[in-house]
Every structure is written in C-alpha cells, then in structure tokens.
C-alpha cells in the first residue's frame, strides 16, 4: 500500500518508528502541563509547581559574558572536550569547594547532564547489559540506558531506605548482566541524599563485582544543612562531599543548570577516569562535535566569588522555601517520611488523601489551581502514592499555594 501523501508530501508512516520507541514513555507531568495551560487559557490561575528548573536566570556578570563571546564572534565550533579555560574551571571548582584535586583532563564539558549522560552510557553500555537503579528515580537515566541495548533494574526504595540505593540493596540486585549502578545524590525526585557512608559502601560492591558507578551530582550546591560552626543566620551550609573522593573508578555527572540557573544554556559536565577520556572524547566529537560555545564562555564567569556569592544566596532561599513548604505541607495532611535534604523538591505521600497520585494531581489542578507531578513519573512501587512538588516559586507564592491546598482539602 502507498503511504498516505499529503500536500503532495509523502508522509512517515507510523511502522518507520524504532521499536525501542514503543518503550520510551511520555512524561505525565506532560499531561498536568497540558491540562493546566488549557485551564489557564480559559481563565484560571494556575500556579506551576511542576517543573524541574530554578526560577533564578543566571547572573548578570555570566549574561555578560556571553553576550561579549557573541559580539567578538566567538561562536564557532571548539574542541569536543570543552575549552581548556572551562574544564580548567571546572576542575579548579573541585578543589576550591570540596578540597579535592582534580586534573582538568578528566573533565569533559557536555550539553547539560543530558549530553553526559548520553555521552557515557555510550561508552559504557553493550546490548544485554543490565544497570541498577533506585526507584523513584529520575526517569530519563532509564531511556539513556534503553538506547544503547541495555535495561535497567529499578531497585525499590522506602522511605525506610530514604529512597535511596545502599549497598545491601546493590549487593542483593546484582545479578550476571549487571554492569553499573547509577544513582543521583540529592535526588530527583525526592530531594535525598546518599550518606558518604553508604555512598563508600556503595562503591566498595560495585568495585568488587568490576561494574562501573555513575553518580549524578545535578544538585549539588543545593544541599540545605546549615554548616555547624556557622551563626544561626549564616548562609554557610555543608557541603555534600563529591564521589569522585571515593577513587578514580567512579564517574561524576553535573550540570550548570540546577546550583548554576541556566537550564536552557545547555552546558554541563562528566568526570570520568582518565582511561576512559579517549573514548568520551571521539564519541563527544561524533555526537555534539562540542558543547555549546557561547555558554561555554559564559559559564567562565560562574565561578568568580561574586557570581558564587550569589549562588549561595539563592541556596538560602531554597533553603527557606523548603522549611516552609515542609511544615505547610504536613500540617495539611501530606507525609513526608524524610526532611529533603538537597533539590528544590519535596516528594509527599498523599495515601492519606487519596488513593490515586494520578487522580489527585488532576483534582488538585481544578480545585485548587496548583500543577504537580504524579509518582508515576518516577517508579513503579509506591508511584500511586506520591506526587512531587517543587519549591521553584518565591515564598509569598508558595503561601498562596498553601492556601488554595487548605480551601481544597477541605472541601
Ligand atoms: C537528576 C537529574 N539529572 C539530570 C537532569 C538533566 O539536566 P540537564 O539540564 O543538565 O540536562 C535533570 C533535570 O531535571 C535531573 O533532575
């Protein structure tokens, strides 16, 4: 049969698509966003708490600079790695922040986390390879896995666990395809971390069982336990330590698009053992040719003590926005096991409420004009019970929020 031609355009027909697509899901945060910008053309008001990214835009100083970087037509291609002055940065961050000495070859600057991501578990997976992870998780990891022939286990995390792997978990999983581990720490979506402990313990069974473990630290920097020496009022928090601490063998992700603001620049990074550079080098050149070069330049300016101070200080505004959202949150009915430590998220058992997650951030939407995110984006166990929400608005907003939660609830 012909396809079907239209405006004298042969169209795709649908049997062209990978069968590997019939795995890939949606988002079904997708389907609230939809819901909710459909209800706010209508009229509604709609407050997002949906959406994974700060509310901040990156600092005056790093706008400069790419704006210079464009006007003198620095804009063409630079070498797949990242420029030297960039993953010179980078690594110098490494020592100035957690006193760790990192070589600048090790670090390969990448289109976000995403392009890391896709740049590593290109080097890394073969097809029936197996990959462990937490469940909930983030749930791009899985696709980045899928894409290159392997799959992935999703390890059931309580919060008993505060959802987050341990090396019993790890060690019980393991089976005779498993090849790595990854997880996240703070994690999205529930904004725990793994203790340095356990992170060490981690490592120990993974090194032990010669796979390889990846730790995406997207949201470090955003990590909200107040330093213990500093004043009440201080905006000195403590620092998770970095995984790469824990030896060469293990693979760091980041970002400069969560503690840095600047999701749609499209820059971030991977630390990798220095054997392994080469491989990420030519498949980096064959997928990206290089990350993107004006962002490249303007991320030089993320690390001067005046754009940090300025990190730090919206780290105290998330900070604050947590505690308020927290409390607010339980007090109405929310379970919150575990006090997020990192992120800007809050991942809340709504079973007390609702016996959906689904159902009820469809409720929440046009009763009370809130967006949030159903579990199910997330993991399988327990999905139907959680919905995240994000703490990416002011205070005065999220007040508003409580609000129209209080009045809906009680309806
Ligand atoms: C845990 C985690 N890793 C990676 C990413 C991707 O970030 P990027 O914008 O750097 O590609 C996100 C985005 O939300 C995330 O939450």
Redesign the pocket.
Known sequence: MNAPVLSGMPSASPHLAAARMDDIESFYAMEIMREATALEAAGRSIIYLCV?EPDFVAPEAVMAAADAAARRGDTHYTVALGIEPLRRAIAGFYQTRYGFALPAERVAVTA????AMLILFGTLVNPGDEWLMPDPT?P?NRRFVSLFGGTTKLIPCSAAENYQLTPQLVEQHWGPNTRGVML?SP??PTGTTVPPDAMRGIRDVVRGKGGALVV?E??HGLTYTKATTASPDSTRFTEEPTSLALGEDVFVIN?F?KYFSM?GWRL?WLVAPASHMPHIEKLAQNLFICPPTIAQNAALECFTPSSLRIYEERRAQFAARRDYLVSALRTLGFKIPNTPEGAFYVYADVSALSDDSFRFCSEVLHGAGVAITPGRDFGDVDAHKYVRFTYTIDIAQLTEVVARLTTFLKR
């Not at 976000?112 to 392009?115: P, T, V």
């Open positions: 994974g976000g986390a995403s392009g983030y791009c996240a994690s999205n995406d997207i949201y970002s698009s999701t971030g």
